[in-house]
């Protein structure tokens, strides 16, 4: 960060302040590099005190100081999916057995109506021909009315069966319409299947600070435990032989393998993983159906460690909110400052410095894009801190998760590295001399005593190490400089 370059706010007006004072400090020189040594000069012209430091080749960083929380890094809800009931599902299922059982006689309803048709056309033909050979050409002829008669009755039987025939086949239409709708609704009500009711309820609830891993139950319902599996992708419908693929079922697959219980890979629900998910419910005491559905599985990126239970034991099963988790990994939370956002990047290194004054290495693993607000009467909590200023969350992650021990929680101080730079060569930030004519200057003490100003340039700062980086003609590592005495 160099001086009126990049410095933020804070750091500029802090090094500001310090330059101005080692300007009041300084000596006004017309020329002060043309190489002249000062005699016995032991000091800056005020005659305050001094001492003698080296320039150095080093690393520098700039580093941001703010506070934060120690906890358990991530935070997210566990939440009852809502579905379709049971009660609704038998419904769903009894509908298109009822349609399957209409289109099936109204089926063999026009298979009958065909035959009859056929068959009074048949009649019609034998007795007109033989109504042909009664009258003889002559209608008067003996049998020839009769037979006229009988031909007449024919044709209406005719008619009748065709006008039959034909009504059945809009009503044939009608009814594999209705069993397309039935089988539709139950394809839907099968996809969003529950294994909660109007009458189900909590059986068991984990208790705060509980550790669930992959394929260990996170609650009960009705007796019937709910089990934990890993993946980011969320079991947003029901696992059963016939479902279409998708990432979802590769996670299943993927759990299914990872808990010895074998199934296919891939994202296709196959007899394979059937067979798995019956001998994984036998195994947790869990009815085998060969099918999982909603809420009776949970997925979630990883293991996680219970922080709050949002229901109660006995309490009817809602769709919504069961409990709040959190990972199992320490990390630090950051409420930074909405001002000093462009400061901080995902990957810088930090620095936490723990309740016993131990320090650990991290990282910046995310940085918030939501501004929140202080709370009213300016943030101050019961203790007197937080902030009054708006401010975005920050997580961090430790690099060696061991460091935190067995703390839950503990306020913690995290020192975050904006910039650095390598192999510099830096002076401590009071040996600067702000000169009457503009610019920076050190105060070096020469082999044999005198002393010169030599015109450098500053570049980063470190607070923490109270150095500046240098530059200009004439600067090495090893040069003995002037600071005031401490």
């Known amino acids: 960060m160099t001086v009126g370059g990049a410095l933020s706010r804070r750091r500029l007006l802090a090094a500001s302040a310090l330059l101005l004072a080692l300007a009041a400090a300084s000596v006004a020189v017309t ?39 120690l906890g358990f890094a991530g935070s997210w809800t566990v939440s009852i999916p809502a579905g379709t009931a049971p009660s609704a599902l038998a419904q769903a299922e009894e509908a298109a057995a009822t349609a399957r059982s209409q289109l099936a006689t109204a089926e063999a309803g026009l298979a009958a109506d065909e035959t009859n048709v056929i068959r009074a056309g048949k009649i019609l033909k034998t007795d007109t021909a033989a109504a042909k050979a009664a009258c003889g050409g002559a209608s008067t002829a003996a049998g020839c009315p009769t037979a006229k008669q009988t031909v007449s009755q024919d044709e209406t039987s005719l008619l009748m069966a065709e006008q039959k025939l034909a009504g059945d086949r809009p009503q044939l239409a009608s009814t594999r319409a209705g069993l397309v709708g039935a089988e539709q609704a139950l394809t839907t009500a099968e996809a969003s299947a529950t294994v909660y009711g109007n009458s189900s309820s909590y059986t068991m609830l984990p208790s705060p600070g509980r550790i669930v891993q992959r394929g260990q139950r996170l609650f009960a319902i009705n007796g019937q435990p709910t089990l934990l599996l890993y993946g980011s992708t969320p079991a947003w419908r029901a696992f059963r032989p016939g479902m279409s693929a998708g990432a979802d079922v590769a996670e299943l697959n993927a759990n299914l393998q990872a808990l010895g219980y074998g199934a296919s890979s891939g994202d296709a629900f196959t007899s394979a993983t059937g067979s798995a998910v019956s001998t994984l419910q036998s195994a947790r005491g869990i009815t085998a159906t060969g099918r999982l559905d909603l809420g009776a599985v949970i997925f979630e990126p990883g293991a996680l460690r219970v922080k709050t239970v949002m229901v109660n034991a006995g309490q009817a099963v809602q769709p919504g909110p069961v409990l709040t988790a959190s990972s199992t990994r320490h990390g630090v939370s950051v409420a930074l400052d909405a001002a000093q956002q462009s400061e901080v990047r995902v990957g810088d290194r930090v620095t936490v410095t723990l309740p016993d004054n131990s320090t650990t290495r991290g990282v910046v693993s995310s940085v918030g894009k ?90 980063l700062f470190d607070d923490a190490r109270g150095l500046v980086q240098v530059s200009g003609n004439g600067l090495a590592a090893g040069q003995r400089v002037v600071v005031p005495a401490s």
């Open 31 to 69: 020329d002060p590099f043309a190489g002249h040594s000062v005699p016995g000069r032991t000091g800056f012209d005020n005659g305050s005190p001094t001492a003698i430091r080296r320039v150095e080749r080093t690393f520098l960083s700039s580093q941001t100081q703010v506070g934060g929380t």
């Open 370 to 459: 939501v501004v929140t607000n202080p709370p009213a009467g300016g943030g101050q909590g019961a203790g007197g801190g937080g902030s009054s200023s708006p401010t975005i969350a920050v997580e961090v992650r430790l690099l060696d998760p061991r460091a935190a021990g067995h703390l839950d929680e503990a306020p913690v101080n995290v020192s975050i590295i904006e910039r650095s730079v390598h192999d510099v060569l830096a002076v401590p930030v009071d040996a600067l001399v702000a000169l009457a004519g503009g610019g920076y200057a050190i105060e070096e003490v020469e082999a044999n005593g005198p002393h010169r100003l030599v015109a450098v340039t500053p570049g």
